[in-house]
């Protein structure tokens, strides 16, 4: 199982400010699914995603990615456990903007301790895959929206992370780039084998899912009948 939850419960505040975010969601994703999250705003999407993401902890409950619990994890062994086992795609792309995108893709290696000419050639190679290889050395602010979102999933494949995990990936580009993201998601999923976790409330997305779940007031509900309809790069 690449991500298992079982009963997780997430609570913000208390009194008369508590909020059930996640209300007792179990939630089982085999390696290579490709699930796609829905729901209202105020669902708990952002919440579950933020806890298969290995970011936020659940109130109670149990989160295993790849095997490991990591709600008992201390937060030293997390950072280096996310950076070999999650990729992310934030919807604010999180690039570094004093860095080149190829220095920006080559970072997370650099961070597990790959050396730094090596990081950069494997950089390059994902900059090609996501077809980006004329923009290696610009800076992010030298990009649109639609490069910059490439440049931070190829930033997410770098250590060939077994769980890439999306956040409203189709929300602040155009059609265009969308269903070229869609592609290039089906092509992670397929080529790199990769379990992926994706938010959103654009139903254009769920094309790509292999399994949807939907979020209503903090609980997860299962599709019935999973779509799959193919994306050609
Ligand atoms: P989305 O609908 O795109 O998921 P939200 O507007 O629900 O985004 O949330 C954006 C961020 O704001 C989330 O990371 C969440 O943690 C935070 N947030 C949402 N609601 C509250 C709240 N009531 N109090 C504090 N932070 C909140
Ligand atoms: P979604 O992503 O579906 O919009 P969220 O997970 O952001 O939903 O939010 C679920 C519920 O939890 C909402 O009622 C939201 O206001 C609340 N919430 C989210 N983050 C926080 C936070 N940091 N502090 C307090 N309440 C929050």
């Known amino acids: 199982?690449?991500?298992?939850?079982?009963?997780?419960?997430k609570i913000y505040g208390n009194g008369v400010a508590r909020t059930v975010a996640?209300?007792?969601?179990s939630l089982s994703i085999s390696a290579g699914e490709s699930v796609v999250l829905m729901g209202p705003s105020g669902s708990g999407k952002t919440t579950l995603l933020n806890i298969v993401a290995a970011l936020d902890r659940p109130t109670s409950g149990e989160v295993y990615i790849m095997g490991v619990d990591v709600t008992r994890l201390p937060e030293g062994k997390l950072e280096?456990?996310?950076?070999?086992?999650?990729?992310?795609?934030?919807?604010?792309?999180?690039l570094i903007p004093y860095l080149t995108a190829e220095q920006?893709?080559?970072?997370?290696?650099?961070?597990?301790?790959?050396?730094?000419e090596l990081a950069l050639l494997r950089a390059r190679a994902l900059l090609e895959f996501v077809g980006?290889?004329?923009?290696?050395?610009?800076?992010?602010h030298q990009m649109s929206g639609g490069m910059q979102q490439r440049a931070a999933i190829a930033r997410a494949l770098a250590a060939n992370p077994p769980l890439i995990v999306l956040d409203e990936p189709t929300s602040n580009i155009?059609?265009?780039?969308?269903?070229?993201?869609?592609a290039l998601i089906t092509a992670v999923n397929k080529i790199f084998k990769a379990t992926v976790f994706i938010a959103t409330h654009d139903p254009d997305v769920a094309r790509v899912a292999?399994?949807?779940v939907y979020m209503?007031?903090?609980?997860?509900?299962?599709?019935?009948?999973?779509?799959?309809r193919e994306f050609k790069l």
């Open 1 to 9: 199982m690449a991500v298992e939850l079982r009963n997780v419960t």
């Open 80 to 94: 280096r456990f996310r950076l070999r086992n999650i990729g992310y795609l934030f919807q604010s792309y999180n």
């Open 174 to 182: 155009d059609l265009e780039n969308a269903a070229g993201v869609l």
């Open 104 to 116: 920006n893709v080559a970072l997370p290696l650099i961070a597990l301790g790959i050396r730094k």
């Open 22 to 25: 996640l209300d007792n969601v």
């Open 132 to 140: 980006l290889e004329k923009a290696a050395g610009l800076y992010p």
């Open 210 to 212: 292999t399994r949807i």
């Open 216 to 228: 209503r007031g903090g609980k997860a509900y299962e599709a019935a009948e999973p779509p799959r």
